[in-house]
C-alpha cells in the first residue's frame, strides 16, 4: 500500500515561516508529480504548488513569492518552504502525488493533511 505522510504544520505568527514535508512511501514504482493543495474552514481545496519529477514548478499566485517547492527524489519526499506567512494561509495542507504503484499506470493519492494555523 501507498502512503503519503506529511509533517511540520503548527501555529506561526504573521510574518514567520514554516517548512512541510510529505514523505511517500509503500509499494512504488515510479512519481510523477508532487504538491500541495489546501483547505480553509469553509473553502474548497485549492492548489498551492506542484513540482513534476524534472523539478518543474508551477504556483498558486496567492503564494508566489512567499511559497518554495522542492523535492527529494532519493527519497520520495516533497517540500514546501512558507515564508511570510499570512493568516489567510491558515488551512489544512494536503501532499499530493502521481505515483504508479507497481500497476504500469499513474494514480492520484493524497496524505491526510497537516494543519497550518497564522496568528495576526
Known amino acids: 500500500q501507498v502512503q503519503l505522510v506529511e509533517s511540520g504544520g503548527g501555529l506561526v505568527q504573521a510574518g514567520g515561516s514554516l517548512r512541510l514535508s510529505c514523505a511517500a512511501s509503500g509499494s512504488l514504482f515510479s512519481i510523477n508529480a508532487m504538491g500541495w493543495y489546501r483547505q480553509a474552514p469553509g473553502k474548497q481545496r485549492e492548489l498551492v504548488a506542484t513540482i513534476t519529477s524534472g523539478g518543474n514548478t508551477n504556483y498558486a499566485d496567492s503564494v508566489k513569492g512567499r511559497f518554495t517547492i522542492s523535492r527529494d527524489n532519493a527519497k520520495n519526499t516533497v517540500y514546501l518552504q512558507m515564508n511570510s506567512l499570512k493568516p489567510e494561509d491558515t488551512a489544512v495542507y494536503y501532499c499530493?502525488?502521481?505515483?504508479?504503484?507497481?500497476?504500469?499506470?499513474?494514480?492520484?493519492?493524497w496524505g491526510k493533511g497537516t494543519l497550518v494555523t497564522v496568528s495576526s
Open positions: 499530493n502525488a502521481e505515483l504508479d504503484p507497481g500497476l504500469l499506470r499513474y494514480m492520484y493519492y
